[in-house]
């Protein structure tokens, strides 16, 4: 679902909405109002988004 997977990534749904139009993250599955993921696309993605995090917001930790 797309909502547990904006909470598994730590985004806001506006965020995750963004991820998907941009095709940075692929849904595998869509029906209204939400979507199916992989979990090793998930994982991933969430490895990315901590690196950036660390290097652009390094006052965070």
């Known amino acids: 679902?797309?909502?547990?997977?904006?909470?598994?990534?730590?985004?806001?749904?506006?965020?995750?909405?963004?991820?998907?139009?941009?095709?940075?993250?692929?849904?595998?599955?869509?029906?209204r109002g939400s979507s199916l993921f992989l979990r090793e696309d998930l994982e991933q993605k969430k490895k990315e988004l901590e690196q950036l995090r660390k290097k652009y917001r390094p006052y965070d930790e």
Not at 1 to 17: C, G, I, K, P, Y
């Open 1 to 31: 679902m797309t909502s547990e997977a904006s909470e598994f990534l730590d985004v806001s749904r506006q965020r995750m909405s963004e991820l998907i139009r941009a095709k940075k993250i692929t849904p595998i599955k869509k029906s």
